[in-house]
């Protein structure tokens, strides 16, 4: 601290500024309901791009604030707090310094255009800058859509509302443009001079910041409900994951577990329950390939009278010489296959088995991204759980169910962050949305709270209801509107069950998945070739 304040004033003004940044945008993720703090979080670096005057002495300070936001928000990936894993921790310390540099490339193409037009135009450009980079940035292998500004807002349900018409990218663009009000009032209060256009700045902030409450969502009796509803019940079963996969070095062991869950089951199942939902990776056996103890778990099923939606271990075995190259090899044998983290749904008295293979997974930690290109990483970096090679599937299966007379979709995990990916299942006629997933691996911390709170905005964007099953929690019904029931706390035995509405309609957002973003990409690159033509056609004196 002492050296801080041996720096010199301008030095001291600008690290300021870095950290003012960092610190507001990263506590306005959850679990803190401090949301409003994005809509003035960006102020800072703005400001600092009008004192620097070179691109490196930018990049740096850039580089250091998202450096300390992802620090702050992002502590909990490495496993530092819970597990100490070593390859969690190394890829926990890559990502602190990975992340920073996609948010710091938006940052350089902004002071890039701002060296080039006039200022204000420039500053209006900052909005489809940011939102460009948000979402290409979940395209891809790499994809990490984490800390989208509009993930910022799920405790503040009034405001999210419309984000069934634009998605979250709507919501960022929203916090973005208060960014540059606020921005545009404090230069102004800077010069010193008071105007009217200060007066019209502030109506301005308040105007905008508020208009997201004058959007009135359907009501949910329009939304065409699909029968009379469903009693879902949701497993909590609090296992711990590497006690889990230790244990399930053996067959034996991994249906020992299976059997865990079907007297679980047994005990909890009442008969108002219609569907039972269990966690990510519950079961690790490819049951549909294991005739005998498929039957076994039928036979359960059949008696209990409900369906069950389980994550399993799903194993693909290649004839030689058609296997992918990032396919894994038996041990002491040439036969090569890949595991998928997977989705069992099973009904009573009825024989059809319907699956779903994961599609997005976890850079590094669930899979090396563009693993077939290069395959001669795979061995170097797998994960010592044996769980850093799942297989990359691309079939996508909307769940249908006679028994119940509904469709819905089941994603693993990560999958829920992905507002398009989403709404393409729902598009396709999933009437509502079940998300199991283990947020055990990371302790009691940030993450889980996190995650439980994104589903809310894939909630509002499809006004769907959510089924959230975690093993160590958080497990949550989320309603259409993004209200909360039911919400387990971390690491205990759960059970919770609640009657919930299939709905049919789709929303706009639905229908046209991230239409904002592809716009404000047209628009940033437009802002970028017009700032070289400008730069170049202006006259010297300009």
């Known amino acids: 601290m002492k050296s801080f304040f041996r720096l010199d004033p301008q030095k001291r003004y600008f690290i300021s500024l870095s950290f003012s940044s960092a610190f507001l945008i990263s506590f306005s993720f959850p679990p803190f309901p401090l949301g409003v703090f994005a809509c003035v979080g960006m102020v800072p670096l ?10 490196g002495r930018f990049f740096r300070y850039s580089y250091c604030t998202f450096f300390v936001l992802s620090i702050l928000a992002l502590y909990w990936v490495g496993g530092f707090t819970h597990g100490h894993d070593p390859y969690l921790m190394i890829a926990g310390i890559a990502l602190f310094l990975w992340e920073p540099l996609v948010f710091t490339i938006p940052a350089m193409l902004y002071f890039f255009v701002k060296k080039r037009i006039r200022q204000r135009w420039a500053v209006i450009s900052f909005p489809f800058i940011w939102i460009s980079m ?11 859509p984490w800390l989208h500004l509009g993930n910022t807002q799920t405790y503040q349900l009034e405001k999210i509302q419309f984000a069934d018409l634009t998605g979250v990218y709507g919501i960022s663009f929203w916090i973005l443009v208060m960014n540059v009000l606020v921005y545009f009032l404090v230069k102004s209060i800077q010069a010193g001079v ?42 909590q079963p609090n296992i711990d994951p590497w006690n889990k996969w230790e244990g399930a070095k053996t067959f034996q062991g991994r ?14 199942v009442n008969d108002s329950l219609d569907l039972f939902v269990l966690p990510e990776s519950a079961i690790l056996l490819d049951l549909p390939q294991l005739p005998l103890e498929m039957e076994e778990f039928k036979n359960v099923v059949d008696k209990l009278k409900v369906s069950v939606i389980s994550g399993y271990v799903h194993t693909k075995f290649y004839e030689q010489g058609n296997a992918p190259v990032s396919s894994s090899t038996l041990k002491g044998r040439s036969t090569r296959y890949d595991s998928f983290n997977s989705i069992l749904y099973v009904q009573p008295d009825n024989d059809t088995l319907q699956t779903y293979n994961k599609m997005r997974l976890v850079p590094f930690a ?3 991204p563009y693993a077939n290109k290069v395959p001669f990483l795979i061995e170097p970096l797998r994960w010592g759980v044996g769980i850093s090679n799942w297989g990359l599937a691309h079939d996508s299966t909307v769940f249908s169910s006679q ?11 990560y999958e829920s962050i992905f507002p398009e990916f989403v709404s393409q299942f729902v598009q396709k006629g999933a009437e509502f949305l079940v998300f199991t997933t283990n947020d055990s691996w990371w302790g009691n911390t940030s993450g889980a709270r996190q995650h439980n709170q994104y589903a809310v905005l894939r909630a509002v ?4 209801w959510v089924v959230r099953c975690a093993n160590g929690g958080i497990s949550s019904f989320i309603d259409p509107c993004g209200k909360m029931y039911d919400k387990t706390e971390m690491y205990t035995e759960a059970y919770i069950q609640r009657k919930i509405q299939p709905y049919t309609a789709l929303t706009f957002y639905s229908l046209h998945g991230d239409w904002l973003a592809r716009i404000c990409a047209s628009i940033a690159l437009l802002f970028f070739l017009f700032s070289i033509g400008y730069a170049f056609f202006r006259k010297p004196n300009e």
């Open 46 to 55: 703005l400001l600092l791009a009008d004192l620097i005057e070179s691109y």
């Open 134 to 144: 948000e979402w290409l940035y979940a395209l891809g292998e790499l994809a990490f």
């Open 194 to 235: 008071r105007t009217k256009s200060q007066y019209y700045l502030v109506g301005a902030i308040l105007g905008v910041y508020l208009l997201p409450n004058f959007y009135t969502a359907a009501p949910l009796e329009s939304l065409q409900p699909n029968g009379k509803g469903i009693t879902v019940g949701i497993l």
């Open 255 to 268: 249906w020992t577990q299976t059997v865990e869950y079907l007297r679980l089951m047994e005990r909890k």
């Open 366 to 368: 669930e899979r090396i």
């Open 403 to 413: 028994q119940l007379n509904t469709k819905f979709l089941a994603m693993v995990c």
């Open 461 to 464: 964007e499809n006004r769907r």
